[in-house]
């Protein structure tokens, strides 16, 4: 049985927990596992990519509660926390103690800003270039923000949906 054969079996009830790790909003993971039966692995990449740009902004501040801020380590032995220390942990090592500070100011003022976390998909970034892109989109109007968060999310989705399909 081929993962997609796997993907397209699991109990609707399984799937969308193992969804609600990739993506906390759970309209997400609601569209997706609608979407079963599907014929190839593109197809659930696809349907996951629309399920993100359909999100209202209320879904993705659900999402985004369950991301830490950049920087913090993410609490607690769930999937999602896991996912959050590995996807943070290249950027972790990378920083000196001035970075690190900059970056919780940084954190702060955005938050004061915007009224919820800096998201951003740190993978493969270290954590200068993360402060450089926290910095830069300070200046950003509220639309512009909630169209790169909402764009962000989406990507660290995938690539957790990609995890999962990958362990099946």
């Known amino acids: 049985m081929g993962v997609v054969d796997v993907f397209n079996a699991l109990p609707a009830e399984r ?3 193992e969804l609600l790790a990739c ?15 599907y014929a190839d692995r593109a197809a659930i990449l696809a349907t996951a990519d629309a399920a ?14 369950a991301h830490p801020r ?4 993410a609490a607690g032995e769930s999937q999602e926390a896991a996912w959050s220390r590995a996807e943070q942990s290249a950027a972790a090592v990378s920083a000196d103690d001035e970075t690190r500070a900059a970056l919780v100011l940084a954190n702060k003022e955005y938050e004061a800003r915007f009224g919820h976390v800096f998201l951003i998909f740190a993978s493969g970034r270290t954590q200068a270039e993360i402060l450089a892109v926290a910095r830069e989109r300070l200046g950003n109007d509220d639309a512009e923000e909630r169209a790169i968060v909402s764009d962000e999310l989406r990507r660290i989705a995938r690539l957790r949906l990609e995890r999962v399909l990958d362990a099946l």
């Open 52 to 65: 993100s740009r359909a999100l209202s902004w209320s879904d993705v501040l659900r999402g985004l509660s």
């Open 70 to 73: 950049i920087g913090e380590r």
């Open 15 to 17: 799937l969308e927990e």
């Open 23 to 37: 993506c906390a909003a759970p309209a997400w993971g609601s569209r997706i596992v609608a979407g079963r039966p």
